[in-house]
């Protein structure tokens, strides 16, 4: 079992940043791969990016692309998503993910970003 715990999110104006955090803990030897995606009112979760552990190759969904940087702490076992340049599309709550054999999710928080 792998728990998560996020944090970060908050309200912000149309162009600035925020920095989410996620730290995994139980059985965090098993995951493969931490990860961001995202819930907005009235539509279907989408993934966000991808950060493999093994490698620390990172993807992004186009959405994000070059404003949205994904990183890990591996002594903390945490990953972050820094956030720049942000949007009213991007409003919605944020969900950590971990593939470790199975997927977990963290409990989400939420962005907004005001226009």
């Known amino acids: 079992q792998v728990q998560l715990v996020e944090s970060g999110g908050g309200l912000v104006q149309t162009g600035g940043s925020l920095r989410l955090s996620c730290a995994a803990s139980?059985?965090?030897?098993?995951?493969?791969?931490m990860g961001w995606a995202r819930q907005a009112p009235g539509k279907q979760r989408e993934w966000v990016a991808t950060i493999i552990t093994s490698t620390n190759h990172t993807n992004y969904a186009d959405s994000v692309k070059g404003r949205f940087t994904i990183s890990r702490n591996s002594a903390k076992d945490t990953v972050y998503l820094h956030m720049n340049s942000l949007k009213p599309e991007d409003t919605a709550v944020y969900y950590c993910t971990v593939v470790a054999g199975k997927d977990y999710w963290g409990q989400g928080t939420q962005v907004t970003v005001s226009s």
């Open positions: 139980g059985s965090v030897f098993a995951i493969n791969a």
